[in-house]
T-cell receptor, first 115, second 109 residues
């Protein structure tokens, strides 16, 4: 059973470009969480999704950021018109259909560098 | 004040020493997680606990719900234990995790 997959592992973008980060949850998991780790800072919650639904997006910046988890395919975190402050490691985690006690399994992360 | 506080921020030990990392939180929780982040950045879940004590190899995690405090212990520490250890809580109000700032552990041979 493969773990949580994220791609790309490293992504370089110039200011103003778009960044698309993908997360494939563990098999059988239908809950996905996105977290961001800014340089020299701790992890911060961004968004919680179930298939075709955004459950909690209270950690998402109000502009330029969006997330989806379609019925088929990976979850996508999309950042439009990137700025240098978006440079960070973005982690996704998944949990099973019934996330009893909220056990979450983390992916390896995508390191975004904005030039 | 952060909802999740860890101490110490940095810890250096000699191989073989017993290590304790502490975590205090101020919100109601359904579970507490201990995570390990190695250089290179991948995150591994070590423990998830809601009461009592769990043990896995040389690692032991305890939680006191009344005192809102958890500890992670490493017995017979080894240089390969060098990593950042992160405490995270799942609040009773939802499924999001709130993280401590992490403890950088360095174990010297």
């Amino acid at each position: 059973n493969a773990g949580v997959m994220q791609n790309p592992r490293h992504l370089v973008r110039r200011r103003g470009q778009e960044a698309r980060l993908r997360c494939s949850p563990m098999k059988g998991h239908s809950h996905v969480y996105w977290y961001r780790q800014l340089p020299e800072e701790g992890l911060k919650f961004m968004v919680y999704l179930q298939k075709e639904n955004i459950i909690d997006e209270s950690g998402m910046p109000k502009e330029r950021f969006s997330a989806e988890f379609p019925k088929e395919g990976p979850s996508i975190l999309r950042i439009q018109q990137v700025v240098r402050g978006d440079s960070a490691a973005y982690f996704c985690a998944s949990s099973p259909l019934q996330p009893i006690y909220n056990e979450q399994f983390f992916g390896p992360g995508t390191r975004l560098t904005v030039l | 004040k952060n909802e999740v506080e860890q101490s110490p921020q940095n810890l250096t030990a000699q191989e073989g020493e017993f290590i304790t990392i502490n975590c205090s939180y101020s919100v109601g929780i359904s579970a507490l997680h201990w995570l390990q982040q190695h250089p290179g950045g991948g995150i591994v879940s070590l423990f998830m606990l809601s009461s009592g004590k769990k043990k896995h190899g040389r690692l032991i995690a305890t939680i006191n719900i009344q005192e809102k405090h958890s500890s992670l212990h490493i017995t017979a520490s080894h240089p390969r234990d060098s990593a950042v250890y992160i405490c995270a809580v799942a609040e009773t109000s939802g499924s999001r995790l709130t993280f401590g700032e992490g403890t950088q552990l360095t174990v010297n041979p």
